[in-house]
C-alpha cells in the first residue's frame, strides 16, 4: 500500500500530461486542417471549425478531471498529495516544447478537484515552473532570407513559395511588383541596404477569416519593418497578394483584441509569441496567447499580470466612468486598462433576460467572429482580489446589486463570477469631447466608424440590438467597437419590418404604437430616435449612414447571411491594398 502511495503522484502527473498532449495535438490538427479549408475556401467550414476549436479546451479538461476520478479517487479526498503531484509534473516538462502550456492544463485540472483555499504556488503553477526563453522545436520558427544574395524579387518570390499552398496564383509577378514598389516606399533614397539586410518570416501562415497571412520582419543595419502580407483568393480560388501591412500600429490593429482568434500551426508557441512581441512589443504576452488561439494561455498570464500590477500599485478598484448599465455593475482599476464585468443579482425594467441568457449571449460572441468590433472578454471564476484595493462605495454597490456571487474571505473579496474587458471610453463620452473642442473632423470620422461597426457586425450576422453611443467603446487608434452584448441576437432570428401608414389621425398622433409588435420585430424607422441625440453628430451621421433606418438594408443582410456568405472586413486600411 506505502509503494503504491509513493507512486501515485507519478501516475496522476503522467495522467494529466496526457490529457494535454491530447488537447494539443487536436490543436495543432485544427490549424492543419485550417490550411485545407483556406485552400478549398471553404469559409462556412471554417467558422465552424473556429468555433470547435474555442471549446476544446475545456471539454479536454472536463475529460481528463473525469478520468482522473475514476483512476485515482484518492486525488480528490487527500489533498495533501497535489504537491507531490506538482513536483512530479514538473519533471515530465524539461524536455517538452509546450511547457508553459501544460502547466496551464495542470492547473485547469487541479482546479477541478481541489478547493480555492489551495489556489497557490505549492499546489499549482501560481508562478511558472519551466522558463521558455529560446525553447525551439525540432524546425525552426522561423527562416531567414538574404535579399542581397539572391535579389529582392526572387527572395520574395521563395517566400511566397515556402508555404506550399497548393492553389495557383492569379498574377505573380503583378503581385511582385506591387510587393516592391510599397516596400520601397518604406525605405526612401538614399536609403541602402546594408550587408546584414534580412527578411525573418515565421515558419507557418496565419489563417483567419478568408485570408492567410505572412508575417515577418525586414532587418537593414539599425532600422527594422515589422510587416504582414494577406494571401486573398479570387473566385476562380486563385491566390493573389492583398496588401502589405506595415510598422507595429498597423500590426497592433491586425491582431486585435476585437478579432477573431488565428489558426497557426505551432510546435512552440513560446517561440512564435515571442517573436511576434518583436513586432509589437506594447501587445502584452497574455493578448498575444490569445490572438494565436490559446485563450487559456492567455488568460493565464492576464491574471499574473492583474496580481503583480495590485503589488505594485495603491490605487483602488472604483466603479467605471459612463452610464451605469442595468444588467452589468462595472468597474475599474484606474492604473490597470481594463473593466470588471458583473451580472447584477436583478435587472430594472425593461430588461426582461435572466442570468443564464446574458451568459448564452457573451458566450455566442466568443464563438462568432468579431470582425474587429466586438471586445473580446476573458471569463473567471472565483477571483479573489485584496479587499482593502476596493472603494468602500463599490464595495456596498456589489454587496447590494451582486450579492449571489459576492464572497468575503478574510483580507479578500471573491468574485463567483467576472467578465474582464480591454477598457475604452464609451463612445457617448468621446463624442461628447469632440463636440466641447469643437473637433468636428475627428467627430466625423468617429460617427462614420460607429456606423460602420453596426454594418459590420450586421454583416458578420450579429444584430446589436441596443445600440446606444453608451455601448460603444473607442479604442487608442480610435476604432469603434461595441462591448454590451446582454441584447445581441443572431441576425436571423430578427424580423425587420416597416412601420405600416396609419389609418387615422388618432393613430398617427397616439402615444403607444397602432401596430402590432410582434416577438422578433425591429422597425429600423424607430433607431432614428435614439441612435444619436445631439441634432448636429445626427446630422453627420445620417450623411453616411441613413440607410440603417431602411428595413430594406437589414433584410438585405440577413438574405446574404442566410445564403452563407461572409462579408469581406479586411482588418487594414483600404488605401494601402494593391490594384488588381
Known sequence: ????????????????????????????????????????????????????RIQMY????????????????????????????????????????????????????????LHRRYYHNEFIFWRPGIATEHLEGEAPTYRGYYPLKNGLRNTLKAIAGSFDLKNRWEDPQRDLRHLVHALRGHFPRPA????????????????????AYVVGRIINAHRELPFAVPILQNGRGELYLDALVVGEDQLLVLFSFARAYFFVDMEVPAAYVSFLRWLMPKKPRAELYMSVGLAKQGKTLFYRDLHYHLRHSTDRFVTAPGIAGMVMLVFTLPSFPFVFKVIRDRFAPPKDIDRQTVKDRYLLVKLHDRVGRMADTLEYSLVALPLKRFDPALVEELKREC??????????????????????????????????DGDEERLRMVLREYGNAIKELAGAGIFPGDMLLKNFGVTRHERVVFYDYDEIQPIGEVSFRSIPPAKSYEEETSAEPYWHVGEGDVFPEQFDRFLVSDPRAREIFYEYHRDLLDPVFWAGKQERVRAGEQEDVFPYPEEIRFPR
Open 1 to 52: 500500500m506505502q509503494d503504491r502511495r509513493s507512486g501515485l503522484p507519478q501516475e496522476v502527473a503522467r495522467a494529466i500530461l496526457a490529457g494535454f498532449d491530447k488537447h494539443y495535438g487536436l490543436f495543432r490538427q485544427a490549424a492543419v486542417r485550417a490550411k485545407a479549408l483556406f485552400e478549398g475556401a471553404a469559409w462556412p467550414e471554417m467558422r465552424a471549425l473556429a468555433r470547435e
Open 403 to 436: 450579492a449571489s456571487v459576492l464572497e468575503f474571505d478574510g483580507d479578500e473579496l471573491v468574485l463567483g463570477h467576472v467578465y474582464i474587458e480591454r477598457r475604452m471610453q464609451p463612445l457617448n463620452l468621446h463624442v461628447e469631447d469632440l463636440k466641447r
Open 192 to 211: 541602402r541596404a546594408q550587408p546584414d539586410l534580412q527578411i525573418q518570416v515565421l515558419s507557418a501562415l496565419f489563417f483567419r477569416n478568408k485570408a
Open 58 to 113: 475545456d471539454r479536454r479538461v472536463e475529460e481528463t478531471v473525469r478520468g482522473l476520478l475514476d483512476r485515482f479517487p484518492q486525488a480528490e479526498v487527500d489533498e495533501s498529495l497535489w504537491p507531490a503531484i506538482k513536483l512530479a509534473y514538473l519533471g515530465l516538462l524539461h524536455e517538452h516544447r509546450q511547457p508553459e502550456c501544460a502547466e496551464t492544463f495542470y492547473n485547469s485540472v487541479a482546479c477541478g478537484v
